[in-house]
């Protein structure tokens, strides 16, 4: 049965890098995904959030094929990632990442952008390309004068746009979208979350989305998994996190989202000042130096998974609901 | 009493007289009262950092700036000289960015930066600076100060930077303290923090705050009163809570429906938007900027548009009646 796969399965999956040190320094072993597992449901959409090098886009990479998993393996639509021809790959998943001026080439037009993934598949007719890709770039919301413009002469809303039709031009299962409107205004924001949202619908895809906004994934996930240095701390459908978050950071994430409602103040997230390091795990729970209601044993004891009914909680302090 | 600054009928244009430049800011008035925080609002081009840079008298080269009056604590802005100007810059009024280290240099500690501020300004002696400086340190929420004033900005992590910023920035005893996005390259955590921190000291204080930002979430949660900026213009001002219970211009709705809040929409349906983005516009522009967009737009748009009260201390510009 074909909803019985998940779109995408992560299994106990790690990585880490080696980062050159200074002259004399010595070199350093970032961990960037630490263990993580879970899966994404057929047509599920699963936010993941967390401060800037918790390995948000490392996950990104892994899971798209860009980048080798040390341990643990993944699929997508049952199919192992790492044993994928390219081609495979690239009808099964696309990306949309946050810069779309980074990731097109500057000197290729709008529409030769976009027919690049049906040309490097090598078997489809020129017209066929040329009408795909058409077809493609009104389902965005480009005019056909756009077509032949180059990235340089689109306003950032639009270069997402084109990102978006390049993604979804060889129809894929799955979009992860790392971060894709951080860099964008509010109003044009807004214009990007509907069109992706409205994608989702008619194609029955399934996101993995990626951003530091919570108010952002609030309105496009399903479940939202809340990362913190390399693991998933919780895990849980979107509104269950919302109305009762369990682990301690989600509260401090939660605390500091600033909503448009004059006269609440900001809230005091109770965080300090010390930063994570991701070279530097600390042991026990690793957000106990930060964490403001860490007791002796979190410096020690490494917290196990508490499941709930529809995801977790890694926190020493969260009841054990079994 | 007149305000602590006054910026009236402010022009701000680059690149001379001719068809290629812009007009960044168009008549653009606003006052920041003593021990207020007066938040400056819009989309990026807006015209925002040119306004504050023009008050400081830093614009970029090409830059004009006119004003029909630019008075700090009653004092002529316009009539100041180059040496007149220095000498208020980070005294009695001292102005932060949203990238700390393009004001602090890479080569000096934090210690001896921030003590050179106060030699300069009030020639105090190294000892006293010190002392301030670490004190300031301890203020702004920094552990160790004695360990942070000897090392160097690249040594410190961005919400710690800032936090030297604004400590630096405070060493004078300013009247005046003008932040640009001063928390928009920092995660969301750190962001609260630092925003908790600025409201605190404007409050105890009693400093004059000009902060500007795009987001509507801060300037709910810190402003006394609101100036919403849009292609050059101050579209709207109000008091925070009139602006966000009774928005009246066309562009501060349609900005407020764009907002994702948790809780408020739900997941399938469509969040408000904006269609189009924000126009650039060339000198001798007339009517209203945002009629390209807005959805009340008729005929008498491209005209002269009139200033309307919508209450004692409430005014926007639009054809439409409040
Ligand atoms: N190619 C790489 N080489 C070395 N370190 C990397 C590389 N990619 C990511 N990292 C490090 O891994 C950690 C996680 O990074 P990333 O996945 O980009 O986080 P996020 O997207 O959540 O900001 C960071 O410490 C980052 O510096
Ligand atoms: N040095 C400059 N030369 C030419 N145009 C500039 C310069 N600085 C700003 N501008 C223009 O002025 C307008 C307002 O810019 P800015 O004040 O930086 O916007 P904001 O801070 O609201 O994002 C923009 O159209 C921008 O391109
Ligand atoms: S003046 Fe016209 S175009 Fe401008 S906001 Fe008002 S109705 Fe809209
Ligand atoms: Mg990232
Ligand atoms: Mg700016």
Redesign the interface.
Known sequence: MRTATPAIEVRNVGRTFRVKGGLLGKDRHVVAVDDVSFTVPQGGVLGVVG??GCGKSTLARLILGLLKPETGDITVEGLQVADMHRKARARLIQPVFQDPFASLNPLAKVRDIVAMPLIAQGNIARAEIAKRVEEMLTRVGLTSEMSGRLPAEL???QRQRVAIARALVLRPRIVVCDEPTSAL???????I??LL??LR?ELGLTYLFIS?????V?????EVAVMYLGRFVERQP?ETL?AAPEHPYTK??L???????????????G???T?PDPANIPPGCRFHPRCPIAEPRCSVERPLLKPRPAGGVECLLAPDLR | MSALLEIEQLEVTFGGRTHRSTAAVRGASLAVERGETHCLVGESGCGKSVTALAVMNLLARGGERRARRLSFQGDDLLKLDDGGMARLRGNAMAMIFQEPMTSLNPAYTVGSQMTEVLRRHKRASQRVATDRAADLLARVGITAPGLRLGQFPHQLSGGLRQRVMIAMALMCDPQLLVADEPTTALDVTVQAQILRLLAQLQRDLGLGLLLITHDLGIVARVAHRVSVMYAGEVVESAATSELFANPCHPYTQGLLRCVPVPGKIRRDQPLGSIPGTVPRVGPGFEGCAFRERCSFADATCAHTIPRRNAGATHDYLCRLPA
């Open positions: 401060e800037s306003s950032g809303g205004d509010v109003s044009v924001q807004a214009q979350l509907n949202a409205e619908r530091h906004n919570l108010a952002v609030e309105h496009v996930a399903s979107t919302f401090a994430l605390a500091s989202v600033l909503t448009p409602e004059p006269g609440l103040g900001v809230p005091d997230v965080l300090g000042d930063l």
